[in-house]
């Protein structure tokens, strides 16, 4: 026989009580983060080809051009999926990091 509902929800609740979440995996620091972009933005944004100089640019304008690269509303066939990649807070440290030359926000 199959306990009724109502017997077995008050376990449960416990059971999901008393199991430990894992911890949130710690954030990598922005300039880690960037790493990802050196292969062609160059080190620290400044590319040494065509590619667009990231370093120095307004934060505004950065910012702006990822969100517009992972939404899909500025095309680039390699931007958008490197950008569809990142959460916006990852997005957000970027454009902090490239236009502050490197800073921590």
Known sequence: MIPPIRSIVP???????I???????ARPAPATL???????????????????VLAGKPEGELLRSLRDFKSGRRKSSIMNRIAAGYQDSDLVELAH?????GSEP
């Open 11 to 17: 376990g449960v609740l416990i059971a999901a009580a």
């Open 34 to 52: 960037a790493l990802g972009c050196s292969g062609c933005h160059g080190t620290g944004g400044k590319p040494q080809g065509i590619t667009p």
């Open 97 to 101: 990091h490239f236009a502050t030359g």
């Open 19 to 25: 199991v430990p979440l894992p911890a949130a995996a």
